[in-house]
Nanobody, 121 residues
Framework: QVQLVESGGGLVQPGGSLRLSCAAS????????MGWYRRAPGKQRELVAT???????NYADSVKGRFTISRDNAKNTVYLQMNSLKFEDTAVYYC???????????????WGQGTQVTVSS
């Protein structure tokens, strides 16, 4: 079994900052990419940022320059530092990991339960 547990969401004023964390645990052999996605009310889930095991990052245009994704491979944990938050960043943020379990030869996507981020004055 694999679990992804997110933390760090909450209510913040425009221009403020939040840091999300996501720890993967369980029977994990190897993690390839980890990332964050979000779903705003009435919209489809969208990519926010991803980071590979080698540290290569990718960001949605809407968050470039404001959000920073990072990863601690030893802890199987991914972070998302969110600065200069805007109203339109309000969403449920989901952690994702593309990983391989012990006893498996394939990689699969796993998802966290989501954490709410609300930007409001």
């Amino acid at each position: 079994q694999v679990q992804l547990v997110e933390s760090g969401g909450g209510l913040v004023q425009p221009g403020g900052s939040l840091r999300l964390s996501c720890a993967a645990s369980g029977s994990i052999f190897s993690i390839n990419a980890m990332g964050w996605y979000r779903r705003a009310p009435g919209k489809q889930r969208e990519l926010v940022a991803t980071v590979t095991s080698g540290g290569s990052t990718n960001y949605a245009d809407s968050v470039k320059g404001r959000f920073t994704i990072s990863r601690d491979n030893a802890k199987n944990t991914v972070y998302l530092q969110m600065n200069s938050l805007k109203f339109e960043d309000t969403a449920v943020y989901y952690c994702n990991a593309f990983l391989r379990q012990y006893g498996s030869t394939s990689y699969y996507n796993y998802w966290g339960q989501g954490t709410q981020v609300t930007v409001s004055s």
